[in-house]
């Protein structure tokens, strides 16, 4: 089966930065979508960002201006760099590819001061 890995969370305080990064087992040039959705306890989840395989990339209101998505097709790997944390960007982060449907297991963003 296709593998997506997270890795990159944490605790930070308001104001800080973190990057967030998705290993791929096979080629993401294969993946027309690769996307960022988040969960905080009790919460929906919800869609952060994604990228199409032409390139183009798109933000939920909430993180338009703080966040950014990209990917290096080389290393299978898309990247979602974090700026301006707020607490209510506290939740799991997990990787999404698609179609079908891939999901990775998560990695936690704590942000408190």
């Known amino acids: 089966q296709v593998q997506l890995v997270e890795s990159g969370g944490g605790s930070v305080h308001p104001g800080e930065s973190l990057r967030l990064s998705c290993v791929a087992s096979i080629s993401i040039s294969q993946i027309y979508v690769m996307a960022w959705y988040r969960q905080a306890p009790h919460k929906s989840r919800e869609l952060v960002a994604y990228?199409?395989?032409?390139?183009?990339?798109n933000y939920s209101a909430a993180v338009k201006g703080r966040f950014t998505i990209s990917r290096d097709n080389a290393k299978n790997t898309v990247f979602l760099q974090m700026n301006s944390l707020k607490p209510e960007d506290t939740a799991v982060y997990y990787c999404?590819?698609?179609?079908?449907?891939?999901w990775g297991q998560g990695t936690q963003v704590t942000v408190s001061s």
């Open positions: 999404k590819g698609s179609p079908p449907e891939y």
């Open positions: 990228i199409t395989q032409p390139g183009g990339a």
